[in-house]
């Protein structure tokens, strides 16, 4: 069993630059895969998607390279004909307005065209360590999944274990409601009456009345949803629908369960079990 949630952030330095991958990954019905990378990875933007899509089942997936603290500077070029056009046509500007030559060449290597930055270049090794990277900082995430999936399951089957329990005391308590039917029922009737009842015509209107209030068919269907939720979860992959599924189910054969029966102790029971099925459905919504 595996969490949607997880976190990693991994470090590193490489011949040309410090950098950092972030992942972060929180529940979703679908996988969803976003990221954020400097521009000088954007052409591998399709790339990191795809690999983080091969890793992942489902959820939200935020992925978050950073690059800085470069280690060499880009090479700079500045071209001579342009700065020396640019310092004739001063020099005119300056003799025709009769101003003294007094200015320095930092103004004219700020002007347009004048200096070149050669556009940085992701070398090989580089590269690879990003991607090395990347696939540690996914590793570490779907292992934090993982262990947020265990502490899952732990919660999860003590709640069904809860449920077993109220289901069994629930079953118990139903074969005494049929007794109890018949001596309120015939009590009722002997203080309105002030004589003695026919038994049989009692037992034939209790039996009506137990039909209608017959909880064993769901105890039954919900003793089957418990048994197939814990067949699911012993198995590998996405299960969080599939449990969640079954969840429903459970909720709505208690409930019907809740309706039927006209027994307080029953109807404790009911809403302990009501209360550890919506705890189950919020933590399905987190798995995979």
């Not at 895969?33 to 935020?62: A, C, H, M, W």
């Not at 004219?108 to 070149?116: F, R």
């Not at 050669?118 to 990347?134: A, G, M, Q, V």
């Not at 064993?216 to 814990?230: G, M, Q, T, V, Y």
Request: glycine content about 2%; proline content about 1%.
């Amino acid at each position: 069993m595996e969490s949607m949630t997880g976190y990693s952030f991994i470090e590193k330095s490489t011949e040309q630059f410090t950098f950092s991958i972030e992942i972060k990954t929180l529940n979703s019905k679908y996988l969803e895969v976003y990221t954020n990378i400097p521009k000088i990875l954007k052409s591998e933007d399709d790339t990191i998607t795809n690999v983080l899509k091969k890793s992942f089942e489902r959820g939200k997936v935020e992925c978050t390279i950073d690059i800085y603290d470069w280690v060499e500077s880009r090479p700079v070029h500045i071209d001579s004909n342009i700065l020396l056009k640019y310092y004739k046509e001063v020099q005119k500007s300056l003799a025709r307005l009769k101003i003294p030559a007094s200015f320095s060449v930092d103004a004219l290597l700020q002007l347009d065209g004048v200096v070149h930055k050669e556009r940085t270049i992701l070398s090989k090794k580089s590269k690879t360590d990003i991607y090395n990277t990347l696939q540690r900082s996914i590793e570490s995430a779907i292992k934090m999944r993982k262990k947020e999936g265990k502490s899952i399951k732990k919660d999860l089957e003590l709640s069904l274990r809860v449920i077993e329990n109220a289901c069994h005391d629930i079953q118990k308590q139903a074969h005494t409601i049929v007794e109890y039917q018949f001596k309120r029922l015939k009590k009722s009737i002997e203080s309105l009456l002030h004589s003695k009842v026919d038994e049989n015509r009692i037992y034939t209107e209790i039996a009506i009345l137990a039909d209608k209030q017959d909880i064993n068919e769901e105890l039954s269907r919900l003793n089957d949803h418990i048994s197939k939720f814990k067949e699911i979860m012993a198995q590998e992959g996405q299960m969080g629908r599939q449990l969640d599924f079954l969840a429903q189910e459970m909720f709505r054969e208690i409930n019907t369960i809740g309706s039927k029966s006209n027994n307080t102790l029953i109807a404790h029971k009911v809403v302990e079990v009501k209360n550890h099925i919506d705890k189950i459905r919020e933590q399905c919504r987190n798995i995979v």
